[in-house]
């Protein structure tokens, strides 16, 4: 079995930022890349951002500049660092992680609020 367990979800105001976590444990090989979905309410899963193995990253239009995601290769760990944060990044926030299948974490709220 693959576990994800994320954490660093809650409730920041406009401008603010957070930081998600996402840790892999169990029985996963050769992770080729991690990566943030989010879905809004009444709105499709959207890709946010993603790493490979390698370091190459993929970031959504709507948060170039404004996120950042790193990895911990050997903690098999995936962070986002949002900054700036804007009140149409509210959603729920699911880590996903594509080894030797899809594997999906059941997702941390983030509200942007005042």
């Known amino acids: 079995q693959v576990q994800l367990v994320e954490s660093g979800g809650g409730l920041v105001q406009p401008g603010g930022s957070l930081r998600l976590s996402c840790a892999a444990s169990?029985?996963?090989?050769?992770?080729?890349?991690m990566g943030w979905y989010r879905q809004a309410p009444g709105k499709q899963r959207e890709l946010v951002a993603a790493i490979t193995s390698g370091g190459y990253t993929n970031y959504a239009d709507s948060v170039k500049g404004r996120f950042t995601i790193t990895r911990d290769n050997a903690e098999n760990t995936v962070y986002l660092q949002m900054n700036s944060l804007k009140p149409e990044d509210t959603a729920v926030y699911y880590c996903h992680v594509s080894a030797q299948g899809d594997y999906w974490g059941k997702g941390t709220l983030v509200t942007v609020s005042s």
């Open positions: 169990g029985s996963i090989f050769s992770i080729y890349a």
